[in-house]
């Protein structure tokens, strides 16, 4: 049987590299998204290219997940509760992928209270859990803060896109679950591999120490133990109770359940 080159093993863990890397990398196909208005930016916080900008975004990548990615910008003039505004939103438009009232997750912005909250419906609210839509909204606060609202809203999309791709219960952030490290694992397993047949190739060194060694004459000449000292340090650990907001989902007045995330920008 033929033996395999060190190239030819590493060419095989390329491939298999690829394989494993290949399924996180979103597939944007603008023919099978339909296209629909998603972004309703009621606040003004958009210029119209950006608005149509994230509108593809969010109809390619809700088309792979079968759920409606959906924005909404208000100025608040009633002063309504961020939860009850994007209920009440959800059940008047009658939000969902493919029927009325079905798969969608929302994005508010409450400009009047400078708020923001998450919620998901259906097959959102099933992927994307309180504690998912936490993690979103915190890896988007920053952007918020700073007025960068269309790069948070197309990290909204992407992660709300990354996250649904994982079955409910499992931890996205994961650091398993993370290509480069998945990618450099595969590297390193494969230079393992082919430095062991590297060294192998040129045969085995069958003389070690044992070969020349006396062991009727052999014995340790001497021994010694010292004990010095034992030293303990103890710090108390600081918790940080302060994470900005929270996860909470509910039930519209429609009768429509989810879960939902909130905090202050």
């Known amino acids: 049987m033929r033996k395999r080159t060190p190239l030819a093993v590493m060419a095989t863990l390329i491939l298999l590299m690829i394989t494993l890397v290949a399924p996180l990398i979103p597939i944007s196909s603008a023919s099978a998204a339909e296209s629909k208005n998603l972004i309703y930016d009621e606040a003004n916080l958009l210029s119209e290219q950006e608005k149509s900008e994230l509108n593809l975004l969010a109809n390619q990548y809700g088309a792979e997940r079968q759920t409606d990615f959906v924005i909404l ?7 309504q509760d961020v939860m009850l505004l994007t209920e009440d939103f959800y059940d008047k438009q009658g939000l969902g992928y493919d029927k009325k009232f079905g798969n969608a997750v929302i994005l508010t912005m409450d400009m009047n209270n400078r708020e923001v909250y998450l919620a998901g ?3 959102a609210k099933e992927y994307l859990s309180d504690q998912r839509l936490d993690s979103i909204r915190n890896r988007i ?9 269309k790069l948070a809203f197309e990290k ?20 398993l679950f993370n290509g480069w490290f998945q990618l450099g694992v595969s590297v390193v397993l494969g230079g393992i591999v082919v430095g062991m047949m590297t060294y192998r190739s040129g045969g085995r060194v069958t003389v070690n120490r044992a070969t020349y060694e006396d062991s009727s004459n052999s014995s340790v000449i001497d021994r010694q133990d010292r004990y010095i000292r034992t030293t303990v340090t103890k710090r ?5 109770n302060n ?23």
Do not use: A, C, D, Q
């Open 243 to 265: 994470n900005g907001g929270g996860g909470g989902g509910g039930t519209s007045r429609g009768g429509h359940s989810h879960s939902g995330s909130r905090g202050s920008f």
């Open 141 to 149: 606060t920053s952007e918020l803060s700073s007025g960068n609202y």
């Open 73 to 79: 910008t208000t100025n608040n003039i009633e002063n």
């Open 156 to 175: 909204y999309i992407e992660l709300s896109y990354k996250y649904m791709g994982y079955e409910p219960g499992v931890n996205p952030n994961n650091i």
């Open 121 to 123: 419906f259906y097959k």
């Open 236 to 240: 108390k650990i600081e918790k940080n």
